[in-house]
C-alpha cells in the first residue's frame, strides 16, 4: 500500500563514506517516520528527477 511522505528539511545521515551511503527521514501522516536509503547511484537518481520537477515550475503554468 503506498503511503504518503512528507521531507521535514532534515539533513541527511551520513552512514558510510566509502561506499558513500546515508539516510533521509521522511515523516507520513500520522507521524511515523520513513528511511529512505540512500548510496550514491540512488541520490544521483533522486537529484536529477528533483531539477526535472523544479524546470516544471520555471516552463510556466499547466
Request: proline share 3%; net charge negative; glycine share 6%.
Amino acid at each position: 500500500m503506498a503511503r504518503e511522505v512528507e521531507f521535514q528539511d532534515d539533513d541527511v545521515v551520513v552512514t558510510s563514506r566509502n561506499p558513500l551511503k546515508g539516510t533521509l527521514l521522511l515523516i507520513t501522516d500520522d507521524d511515523d517516520e520513513v528511511e529512505l536509503q540512500l548510496d550514491k547511484e540512488t541520490a544521483e537518481a533522486l537529484m536529477s528527477a528533483l531539477g526535472a520537477f523544479l524546470m516544471e515550475g520555471v516552463i510556466g503554468p499547466l
